[in-house]
């Protein structure tokens, strides 16, 4: 069953890694902010629709948990849609998800007193070894100091939504419903921000492709994959294995964007498949 519940984790982070293409693939003249709020709004009626057709119970999350879990989720697609749009798919992909494991297992000591496993810490070294040879494969040169504290802001977002639903999770509620409610008021939260900028794009036909996608793969279908992961895998575990989102992101940035990859980001994708092989031995 574990097993399952890895292969769960690492699916979703598949799905997470087409996001930064998608959004590069959209139309131009969009905010960040725009996205990241119009990929919330139809991710949150899919899963809602979802739930519909689905056999739930009338459990609710607690809603400290709720407030804390939607409250990251919408400052996670705010902060990392604008990394990604400062620093470039890889990197700022590369970086939002590489900080997570670390920063959910602080996090999750802090709140819950969840003590990270061996297996974790070794992963996460070694996957985090995989980040760096990722992030340093086209050097430095055109690095963005506030693209990468965005990222940074991404990643600890992402982990105080990963280790609070968690928790809301042992309320006995079901995990699609339980994403349901947190979406929906994620969306409520970062509604204001769909306005930013120029609306019309969203309107166009690769604007309309480009949420469509982003709220059905990457939001609706991962994040049911992400939840059912959720249970009996400690947070930090979890932000581990969704590590392969990077890898993925980097991979459709060299196929469909065109990004080329030298040597150093083959042996970073190596090295990150090897720290989630490492950790679906635990």
Same mark, same amino acid.
């Given at each position: ?207 309309? #492709?480009?949420? /469509?996608? $982003?709220?059905?793969?990457? %939001? +609706?279908?991962?994040?049911? !994959?992400?939840?059912? =992961? ?7 575990? #979890?932000?581990? /294995?969704? $590590?392969?989102?990077?890898? %993925? +992101?980097?991979?459709?940035? !060299?196929?469909?964007? =065109? ?24």
């Amino acid at each position: 069953m574990r097993r399952k519940r890895y292969g769960a984790l690492v699916l979703a982070g598949f799905f997470f890694g087409t996001t930064g293409t998608a959004q590069a693939l959209g139309p131009d003249g969009l905010s960040p902010l725009a996205v990241g709020s119009a990929r919330l709004i139809c991710g949150a009626l899919l899963l809602w629709a979802f739930t519909k057709f689905t056999p739930t119970n009338t459990i609710r999350m607690p809603l400290p948990q709720l407030w804390l879990a939607a409250i990251g989720f919408a400052m996670y697609q705010l902060t990392f849609f604008s990394a990604v749009k400062s620093t470039g798919v890889s990197i700022g992909t590369v970086t939002a998800l590489g900080s997570a494991p670390a920063l959910t297992g602080v996090i999750a000591w802090i709140l819950n007193r969840e003590k990270p496993s061996r297996h974790w810490f070794f992963a996460t070294v070694l996957t985090t070894v995989g980040i760096v040879f990722l992030s340093n494969a086209k050097g430095f040169s055109h690095f963005n100091v506030a693209g990468f504290a965005m990222a940074i802001g991404a990643g600890a977002s992402f982990s105080l939504f990963a280790v609070t639903s968690k928790q809301g999770l042992k309320s006995g509620i079901g995990t699609t419903q339980a994403m349901s409610q947190i979406f929906l008021l994620s969306a409520l939260l970062a509604s204001p921000f769909l306005f930013v900028g120029d609306f019309a794009p969203l309107l166009s036909t690769s604007g309309v #492709s480009m949420i /469509l996608w $982003l709220g059905l793969v990457p %939001t +609706a279908l991962a994040y049911i !994959a992400y939840g059912y =992961g959720l249970h009996g895998v400690r947070a930090s575990t #979890s932000s581990t /294995l969704i $590590l392969s989102e990077p890898a %993925t +992101a980097t991979l459709l940035a !060299a196929l469909v964007l =065109g990004e080329s990859l030298n040597v150093q980001s083959w042996v970073g994708i190596a090295i990150i498949i090897a720290g989630l092989a490492y950790l679906s031995r635990e």
